[in-house]
């Protein structure tokens, strides 16, 4: 078990690129979340799947961003035609199904709009 | 909606001491309260959970308490060392996930 890990940690680009993130979760986690934190706030939920299924997605999650877990293992986030207003860190957990299960984070991907 | 604070923002102390963090949340209708540790520029360390039909939990220094009927939980952490600087964030679990702003913690040697 080597933990959840994010991939870029950093990532820097000039508003309208896309950028994609890849999050790889505990092995037997079947639960998989993504967050957003910026400076001085808590992370705020974005979206979760349950396997390869996205059951919830926030408000906070226009129509420029997607992400997908094709397989239940690892997932992928993306952002189209980013803005200023995304630089964030961008943060993935996984966990077990249920309810009283901790999620466990990864160092997430600092994304910086130019 | 649910809301959840953490008081102070900010807390310095002397190695060694013992302190309190606070976390309220205005819905009691929670499944549980996850305490964490968050170093900067790093994701987040997970510290205690405390299931909604518990008082208490405690990991070695660490102790969180919850009271749902008031909308409290705290973490007390004892003797102090300055490996314990970090921001604290507190999250509760119902339908959604709601953090916390956080409480940054600088132990002084």
């Known amino acids: 078990d080597t933990g959840v890990s994010q991939d870029p940690r950093h990532k820097i680009t000039k508003r309208g690129q896309n950028v994609t993130f890849r999050c790889d979760p505990i092995?037997?986690?079947?639960?998989l979340y993504w967050y957003r934190q910026t400076l001085g706030q808590g992370p705020e939920f974005l979206t979760y799947?349950?396997?390869?299924?996205?059951?919830?997605k926030s408000r906070l999650l226009s129509d420029r961003f997607s992400a997908e877990r094709p397989k239940g293992s690892f997932s992928t986030l993306e952002i189209q035609r980013t803005e200023q207003g995304d630089s964030a860190m961008y943060l993935c957990?996984?966990?077990?199904?249920?309810?009283?299960?901790?999620?466990?984070f990864g160092d997430g991907t600092r994304l910086s709009i130019l | 909606k649910q809301e959840v604070t953490q008081i102070p923002a900010a807390l310095s102390v002397p190695e060694g001491e013992n302190l309190v963090l606070n976390c309220s949340f205005t819905?009691?209708?929670?499944?549980?309260l996850q305490w964490f540790r968050q170093d900067p520029g790093k994701g987040l360390t997970s510290l205690l959970l405390i299931q909604s039909s518990q008082r208490e939990q405690t990991s070695g220094r660490l102790n969180a308490s919850l009271d749902k009927s008031s909308g409290r939980s705290t973490l007390y952490i004892a003797a102090s060392q300055p490996g314990d600087s970090a921001t604290y964030l507190c999250?509760?679990?119902?339908?959604?996930?709601?953090f916390g702003p956080g409480t940054s913690l600088s132990v002084i040697p």
């Open positions: 799947f349950q396997n390869e299924a996205q059951l919830e």
């Open positions: 819905d009691s209708a929670i499944y549980n």
């Open positions: 092995s037997e986690h079947n639960r």
């Open positions: 999250a509760v679990f119902d339908d959604k996930v709601i």
């Open positions: 957990a996984s966990s077990y199904d249920g309810t009283n299960q901790p999620q466990h």
